[in-house]
């Protein structure tokens, strides 16, 4: 056994070192020293005994060589059992080993006397360290009693385990480590004799442990309050539109990764428009969450202005840059018109959304892609992706497709395959996605998914919903020709007469104020679904009308207050050609 790296930490071990006068001057070089040691030798070629030296050498205590193996590890500060043989029988424990476990005989088994290994869970290394020959370490167990100890087992070479305790082979004068005896055959006698042992070594970490676990508390702690500001900021509930079936999963990052910032969400703006939006703050823990949350707060009330995806992007870009420079974050922002068939995006940074077709064709939105919000300097501009019946559209976030062993572009093809594949509801969609790229509750990045179908309906659900139109050329005859069609039109879908008269004059008042304040070109469009009633203008003027009050004198104005009195909700949206839609929308009986 080695003992030597333990010498510095014993009192009264520190090995001999040649005594000096401190009160003689000092040669000035070697050669001086040389000269002055060769004059004070004596005959035999010994230094002569001084008084400084000899006490210098009873000051010191023992040398490290003259300290049997029993007295080091008597002296060490930790716990120290000494085992030997097959049965792993006790041969010695120290006094720190009785103090921390309480006195144990010696000749015994351990798995009889020393009850704590078994706590420790040492005794099944016992014959693993034996039988290799190579240490094993147990890290931070706690015992019964609330102590933690790291306990280490190292192999030692056979001895004759008298030595442990305090007997001497009489061929050897006391020292069995391993070289030959008197006999030449290299064995040693006593009891035990060539028998190899092991070493066990318990530190006490308790103080340690112990703030190990409050810093893990706090830190579960703290994950725990990110997680729940995060999920509080994300959607309770999903809208669901009309002619969309959405399904969206957020799933956090393991133990050991702290929560992002990723966040969705799904707007209803009227008319049978839906805005998806998905993002991600490149940032970690509560100040993520919080950012997240300004932001989500924000693209909602940008959102109510129906703009145009780019210039929601480039409204948040601005406030992403305020809320705080260091905090850069990416987002999708996509607008769906059931009229149109597609998906008018525009990005910030963010990965693509995919489309499935409904013959399993996976199609990739290609750019407008601009920088991620908060860098500034950018104009954004939007992007179109066809949406028709049948498909499905996945907005996810970066933590769903990246590793660190691949390049993005591949977790983005894996996640192409796994949808082109994925059939059932949005939520089965989402489950199977999130399954097939691999991610467990120990991944090691936050995950949100949205998933977006627009089901092509068949049958009697298809009687539900339908569209007409009809272009105004202008003049005296247009308003009763929209009366007209509005009202053959709604009688073919079968309304109750309130609610068709209701529809026939909110197309009365729209169609007379574009008339009177819209430019060609201009047209009408009845759409009913299964839940609601739309109708909508268009004209070539982008002047947005506004509700005000009229006064008693006035013999216009009064159009706006009317839809808003008698609608379940209107607004009004500038069109890309550079006019306006005015629209209003009425709640089916139920």
Request: proline share 7%; with cysteine.
């Amino acid at each position: 056994m080695n003992f030597t790296r333990w010498s510095a930490r014993l009192p009264g071990t520190q090995r001999r070192a040649a005594a000096r006068d401190d009160r003689s001057p000092v040669p000035a070089a070697r050669a001086e020293y040389a000269q002055a040691q060769a004059a004070a030798t004596l005959p035999d070629g010994t230094l002569p005994a001084t008084p400084d030296t000899a006490s210098a050498t009873t000051a010191t205590g023992p040398a490290l060589d003259d300290l049997s193996a029993r007295e080091i590890l008597g002296r060490l500060p930790v716990a120290v059992a000494l085992l030997h043989g097959p049965d792993h029988r006790v041969a010695y424990v120290n006094e720190a080993y009785e103090t921390a476990f309480g006195p144990r005989p010696c000749g015994a088994p351990a798995a009889e006397t020393l009850p704590e290994l078994a706590e420790l869970s040492v005794l099944p290394l016992l014959d693993q360290v034996l039988r290799s020959g190579t240490a094993r370490t147990v890290k931070s167990r706690r015992t019964a009693g609330g102590s933690s100890y790291t306990v280490t087992c190292t192999p030692v070479a056979p001895w004759d385990s008298g030595e442990a305790t305090g007997t001497e082979n009489p061929k050897t004068d006391g020292k069995t480590d391993g070289k030959k005896d008197s006999r030449g055959d290299g064995r040693n006698e006593g009891k035990g004799k060539g028998e190899g042992g092991v070493l066990v070594y318990a530190a006490d970490v308790t103080d340690h442990a112990e703030a190990a676990e409050r810093l893990r508390t706090s830190e579960r702690r703290h994950r725990e309050t990110a997680v729940t500001l995060q999920r509080s900021l994300l959607p309770q509930e999903l809208e669901q539109p009309d002619d969309l079936r959405i399904a969206a999963t957020y799933q956090p990052g393991g133990t050991d990764a702290a929560v992002g910032g990723d966040w969705y969400d799904v707007i209803t703006l009227g008319a049978g428009r839906t805005a998806l939006v998905i993002g991600d703050v490149m940032g970690r823990g509560v100040r993520a969450a919080a950012v997240m949350g300004q932001l989500r707060t924000a693209v909602r009330a940008y959102a109510r202005l129906d703009l145009p995806p780019h210039e929601v992007i480039q409204l948040l870009d601005v406030l992403a840059s305020e809320i705080d420079a260091t905090q850069i974050a990416t987002c999708v922002y996509a607008v769906h018109d059931p009229n149109e068939g597609q998906l008018v995006y525009a990005s910030a940074g963010h990965l693509p959304i995919l489309v499935r077709d409904e013959d399993g064709t996976v199609e990739r939105a290609a750019d407008p892609t601009g920088p991620p919000l908060g860098t500034g300097g950018w104009i954004h501009t939007s992007g179109t992706i066809a949406l028709p019946p049948g498909s499905t559209a996945v907005l996810y976030t970066d933590g769903l497709v990246e590793r660190r062993s691949e390049d993005i572009d591949e977790g983005v093809a894996s996640l192409a395959r796994a949808l082109s594949g994925a059939k059932g509801s949005p939520q089965v969609v989402c489950d199977r996605l999130i399954r097939s790229l691999g991610v467990t509750a120990e991944h090691d990045d936050d995950v949100a998914v949205l998933v977006v179908q627009h089901p092509a309906r068949t049958g009697a659900d298809a009687e539900l919903f339908h569209n007409a139109a009809l272009d105004l050329l202008g003049g005296i005859e247009a308003a009763p020709r929209a009366r007209a069609f509005a009202t053959g039109v709604l009688t073919s879908w079968r309304f109750p007469a309130e609610l068709r008269d209701l529809g026939v004059l909110a197309t009365s008042e729209l169609v007379a104020n574009s008339l009177q304040h819209g430019t060609p070109p201009m047209r009408l469009g009845l759409r009913r679904t299964d839940r609601r009633l739309i109708i909508e203008v268009t004209d070539g003027d982008d002047h947005l009308p506004r509700r005000r009050q009229a006064e008693p004198a006035d013999e216009a104005g009064r159009g706006i207050e009317i839809i808003a009195s008698i609608a379940t909700s209107w607004g009004s949206r500038r069109t890309p050609g550079g006019g306006k839609a005015v629209w209003c929308e009425f709640a089916l009986p139920r």
